[in-house]
């Protein structure tokens, strides 16, 4: 089982940056796809991008393609989600989590969750 803790989150204003981590423990980390989901007030969980376990393949969501990149460093157990451009409409709970496959955007094909830091976007 692998233990996630996201960090970075906080408030910023509109066409801002931020860069969330997710630091993981546990062997197997290396070895599994991983994903950045988040969770506006009162909406659903949402996928926002995934990373194989290289980091080779990428994927976004379509409302963050070309604003948000995700990366991961294998041998600090660390998975990055750098956001530029923020909008008010990307202030949500953001988590990592542990990917079953490579390509889903679908909760029920990652395992490990964290429990989520906050960004905020004024506008």
């Known amino acids: 089982q692998v233990q996630l803790a996201e960090s970075g989150g906080g408030s910023v204003q509109a066409g801002g940056s931020v860069r969330l981590s997710c630091a993981a423990s546990g062997r197997t980390f290396s070895g599994t796809p991983m994903g950045w989901f988040r969770q506006a007030p009162g909406k659903e969980r949402e996928f926002v991008a995934g990373?194989?376990?290289?980091?080779?393949?990428?994927y976004y969501a379509a409302s963050v393609k070309g604003r948000f990149t995700i990366s991961r460093d294998n041998a600090k157990n660390t998975v990055y989600l750098q956001m530029n451009s923020l909008k008010p409409e990307d202030t949500a709970l953001y988590y990592c989590?542990?990917?079953?496959?490579?390509?889903?955007?679908?909760?029920?094909?990652?395992?490990?969750w964290g429990q989520g830091t906050h960004v905020t976007v004024s506008a």
């Open positions: 990373i194989s376990r290289s980091g080779g393949s990428l």
């Open positions: 989590a542990t990917g079953v496959r490579f390509g889903s955007q679908r909760e029920v094909d990652y395992g490990s």
